[in-house]
């Protein structure tokens, strides 16, 4: 038997030793670079450390894993997870275990305890904690049959664990856990070689949480942490987090007086103060210039709409836990009632059709597809693009509503284009353009592209797998032509189509979903849509949904953090102020404000006896960016002594220059001042 060990590369390339040979010998093969970056080695999906050998006469597919993978924190995290829930059931009793994933920023273990935990026991568990990693006892695979592993589970006293195999995995024949010492976790893995590679941790926080969610089940304590590499990593991610707190929109937002939300209202549904409703509108009249250059039209569509249209679409009942309870027809209501019927009853009944109702608005596109069926259409007729700032209405979970970015209600920027199969491409194209337009009016140039496929093997997603095929390539070639690497992510698509997300970085390196672009063959079908061809027979059209902003909520929720509240210029509902040094002033001062909204600019004037040490105050706290002084010199002058909220005194400056200056400023969409 030969000797010689195959390693297949991911790049298909094999390469061959001698004998037996160490992972890290491998990855010195390929370069020097590689082997001082690689932590792990992955071979079939099994993390192995550096140190292990590949025996004589193997052959083994090999990843070098680098902290560059995306892969690598979130391992790290399940990992110092599975640590951390070893630490709490050494430091607590009777402790039952839910789920402890990996997230974008950190990990979390729901936890139930007899003691419930508090942010006084962080020391003893991070104390624990380090000295579990100190022992560096491996994470071991163990392999059980179905029975065995709820055996195991209820052995372990963790009835959550034994719960979810019989319901959630009853399907599963063989069932995967790991083994950290005396801790063991039904887990699919993988985790890494060595506890030891989590060079940093820390507890962040206790929150609530159900039982997989189920509100009517118990309720358990989530408890949050990140884990780093290295202590400079979490360094920087705890100096983010103070960063973000001083960025956050819910406080600055009620600071600048630019949205309420009123309990007595209701969670979640926002209330646009003047200047917030101002930032809003500046948005639209944006976009909608946009919008018009490109040929779309201004629809408006209503709040509510029959339960059929959306059992048509499919967004009822397949969305029904995200959608407010159905409206009862007025003349259903006494009958039902006299029948004693339950909320159960009445949802079945709806759901089956028997009953007719009313539901708020989850999504605009069944609106636009009937607007498009209200009339015969001909291939001459299309593209049609169908705009609209449409309101929709979404049940979140308590728990789950937060400022802007987390609602009830809130208003798409919308679209929908009902398409030919050859115009696709260059529609798909000019949607694109659209969202690049407005990442750039807001500086955000720290952007990814992720397309969003189905999962073949769930049954979440309608239609014929022919044009999925067609959309999925409809959406990749139209990624592909933005110049920029994109990811693909499988059950990231719409029930009815795939879709291309934009992910953007604000400038303290928060990802956030901004911006989607689908693909959908199969809501035409399922309203039965029609164009008639240059051939003079029936055609189904394609329909294209966009939204670059995404919600106006979410987006401005963003824009607040982005910018610290520090919006550019042409965004803002002032623009400057007149300071005067003294009441001597006020006369110029009136002048000098006069002149300045004859230019269309949004200045106001503080002409109060306060001393002007407070009214720079003032004006600093509520971000004005601009206070423009003026006193007796400035009077003789005809200047004004400018200041910017941020670059500080820019000396005296003549009036009309001012107006000039700020005039280009709002023009170009800049920003930073123009100087």
């Not at 450390?49 to 070098?64: N, T």
């Not at 009835?159 to 399907?171: F, G, N, R, S, V």
Request: glycine content about 8%; overall charge negative.
């Amino acid at each position: 038997m030969s000797a010689t060990v195959r390693v297949r590369l991911p790049d298909g390339k094999v390469k061959e030793f001698p004998q037996a040979v160490t992972v890290l010998e491998v990855a010195k093969s390929i370069g020097s670079r590689l082997a001082k970056d690689a932590l792990w080695g992955d071979i079939a999906g099994q993390p192995v450390r550096l140190d292990h050998v590949i025996p004589a006469g193997s052959e083994v597919p090999l990843r070098i894993i680098t902290r560059t993978d995306p892969e690598a924190l979130s391992t790290l995290r399940h990992s110092c997870a599975h640590v951390m829930a070893r630490a709490v059931m050494r430091v607590k009793r009777q402790v039952q275990l839910a789920f402890g994933p990996a997230l974008e920023d950190g990990f979390y273990y729901d936890i139930e305890s007899s003691e419930p935990l508090t942010e006084e026991d962080f020391p003893k568990i991070e104390a624990e904690m380090r000295r579990i990693i100190e022992l560096d006892e491996p994470f071991e695979r163990v392999e059980k049959t179905h029975d065995e592993a709820v055996k195991i589970c209820l052995d372990l006293r963790q009835p959550l664990k034994a719960e979810h195999i019989q319901t959630e995995l009853k399907d599963e024949p063989t069932l995967s856990f790991y083994q950290q010492g005396e801790f063991v976790d039904l887990c699919r893995g993988p985790h890494i070689p060595s506890p030891k590679m989590i060079g940093a941790f820390k507890l962040m926080s206790i929150a609530g949480a159900y039982w997989k969610g189920d509100e009517n089940r118990q309720q358990l304590q989530r408890l949050y942490a990140t884990a780093f590499f290295t202590e400079q990593d979490l360094q920087q991610h705890l100096d983010r987090i103070e960063e973000a707190k001083k960025r956050d929109h819910r406080i600055l937002g009620r600071r600048l007086g630019l949205f309420h939300i009123d309990d007595m209202v209701g969670q979640g549904l926002i209330l646009w103060t003047p200047k917030g409703a101002f930032i809003r509108q500046q948005l639209q009249d944006f976009i909608s210039q946009h919008l018009r250059r490109q040929g779309y039209e201004q629809v408006f569509t209503p709040h509510i709409g029959k339960l059929d249209l959306y059992k048509t679409s499919g967004h009822f009942p397949y969305y029904q836990e995200s959608q407010y309870p159905p409206l009862v027809q007025r003349e259903h209501l006494q009958a039902l009632a006299d029948e004693g019927c339950s909320c159960g009853e009445l949802s079945n009944r709806m759901s089956a059709g028997t009953i007719d109702g009313y539901l708020l608005k989850p999504m605009n596109c069944p609106h636009h597809i009937r607007i498009y069926a209200s009339e015969h259409r001909s291939y001459r007729d299309l593209p049609i693009r169908l705009a609209e700032f449409g309101t929709v209405y979404r049940w979140e979970q308590s728990g789950e509503i937060g400022g802007l970015t987390r609602v009830r209600g809130f208003t798409q920027d919308d679209a929908h284009l009902f398409v030919t199969q050859e115009q696709l491409a260059d529609e798909l194209a000019g949607c694109l353009e659209l969202v690049k337009i407005v990442f750039a009016a807001m500086g955000m140039h720290d952007y990814r592209v992720r397309v969003g496929l189905r999962d073949p093997a769930s049954d979440k997603y309608v239609g014929n797998p022919d044009n999925w095929a067609l959309a999925e390539a409809a959406c990749r070639n139209a990624a592909a032509s933005l110049g920029k690497p994109y990811s693909e992510e499988q059950g990231e698509a719409a029930f009815y189509g795939p879709k291309i997300d934009f992910v953007v970085r604000d400038c303290i390196g928060r990802p956030w979903q901004l911006g989607t672009v689908q693909v959908d063959y199969n809501l035409p079908e399922r309203f039965g849509l029609e164009y008639i061809g240059a051939d003079n027979r029936p055609h189904r059209p394609i329909m294209i949904h966009r939204a670059p902003f995404g919600s106006m909520e979410r987006f401005i929720g963003v824009l607040i953090e982005h910018f610290a509240g520090q919006f550019p210029l042409w965004l803002c509902p002032e623009q400057g102020r007149i300071l005067t040094v003294s009441e001597k002033s006020e006369e110029f001062g009136r002048q000098v404000l006069a002149r300045l909204q004859a230019h269309g600019l949004r200045i106001k004037g503080d002409f109060r006896s306060e001393k002007l040490g407070a009214k720079i105050r003032d004006a600093q706290l509520e971000m004005i960016p601009y206070m423009l002084v003026v006193g007796p010199r400035d009077a003789e002058a005809g200047t004004v002594s400018v200041r910017h909220r941020t670059l500080g005194d820019m000396g005296a400056v003549p009036i009309d220059a001012l107006a000039e200056r700020l005039c280009r400023e709002v023009a170009d969409k800049s920003t930073q001042p123009v100087t």
